[in-house]
């Protein structure tokens, strides 16, 4: 079942709204305050929220704002638990995109219904890969024909993982979806060197970055130094130790397969116009192509003017 987080000042309504989540299947992380919401939101990436309005540290709202700055969390759903869920408090919240409001005190059938309905329609609406959680191809489509629209400079970055396939056949696919999940993270972390950006994951170990122009470079550079920093983590002691991994080739013949690394292809609009998001995903492939040839992890930007 889903994980929810709980996050209330009070003790008792806290162990109350835990225990009849749980005796519904459902995973319950429990904060005490605001702050404390924040850092579970970030650590245990719930399916669900239900944020007391009033907390100290940091109040309901706060928290929202917050987690919603970032990309990953964009699509989250939030319940905002209050004593007044009034008109004063939900104008308070508009444009925090707060999915409903739980009046105080609530009983356990209307606990579950809600949290049920919100859960449901969040898997509907959701274009989300259901391992990173990133938004997947309709919302990256999206917002790479927002920028084409707004005619500013920006850069799309096409991240994609070297050796993941040969990771993968040797360590399983519970390794390689922590490699994924771990490289969401990492990309999602980067993003916050520049303002404005977005992240996607088009499928597998193929992520999508977009942002201002002007911040390509540090993210890229970010992106390279996070997951250089935590490729040999994924590997055995030996594998570690020796710098790569050995693995059968389809020949049958023993090859040394260097530890992950990634190959980012940069597209942008600062030498030549892009103007679809079909135009900027085939040039971001060919160019990431070119990336994932070089040694170790790089990026490309494309520097063709036509």
Same mark, same amino acid.
């Given at each position: 079942m889903e994980k929810i987080l709980v996050a209330d000042d009070n003790p008792q309504i806290r162990a109350l709204v835990k225990e009849i989540l749980e005796n519904e299947g459902y995973t319950v992380v429990t904060a005490e305050h605001g702050a404390d919401a924040v850092e %579970?939101?970030? %650590?245990?990436?719930?399916a669900l929220c239900i944020i007391d309005y009033e907390m100290p540290h940091k109040k309901g709202f706060d928290v929202v704002r917050e987690v919603r700055s970032h990309t990953a969390y964009i699509y989250m759903p939030i319940m905002i638990f209050t004593a007044d869920a009034g008109k004063q408090t939900r104008m308070e919240g508009l444009g925090l995109d707060i999915d409903d409001y739980l009046n105080k005190p609530?009983?356990?059938?209307?606990?579950?219904?809600?949290? %049920?309905?919100?859960?449901r329609r969040s898997k509907q609406k959701l274009d989300s890969n259901p391992l990173t959680r990133l938004p997947g191809n309709?919302?990256?489509?999206?917002?790479?024909?927002?920028?084409i629209a707004a005619n500013r400079p920006f850069a799309?970055?096409?991240?994609d993982l070297n050796n993941f396939k040969a990771f993968n056949d040797k360590y399983g696919f519970e390794a390689g979806d922590r490699v994924l999940k771990k490289t969401a993270d990492i990309i999602?972390?980067?993003?916050?060197?520049?303002?404005n950006a977005f992240v996607g994951n088009v499928g597998g170990d193929d992520f999508v970055l977009s942002c201002d122009f002007d911040a390509a470079d540090e993210i890229a550079k970010k992106i390279i130094e996070l997951l250089d920093a935590a490729a040999p983590s994924f590997y055995d002691e030996a594998d570690r130790a020796q710098g790569f991994m050995s693995a059968k080739d389809r020949q049958g013949v023993l090859q040394k397969i260097p530890l992950l690394s990634i190959g980012i292809g940069i597209v942008h609009n600062t030498i030549r116009p892009i103007t679809s998001f079909a135009m900027a995903s085939s040039?971001?492939?060919?160019? %990431?192509s070119f990336a994932k040839k070089q040694p170790g992890s790089?990026?490309?930007?494309?520097?063709?003017?036509?």
């Open positions: %579970k939101i970030y %650590k245990e990436n719930p609530a009983d356990a059938e209307e606990i579950v219904a809600r949290v %049920k309905l919100l859960l309709p919302s990256i489509q999206a917002d790479i024909e927002d920028r799309m970055l096409y991240c999602a972390e980067a993003s916050k060197s520049g303002e040039i971001a492939a060919e160019v %990431k790089n990026y490309i930007f494309d520097r063709r003017e036509n």
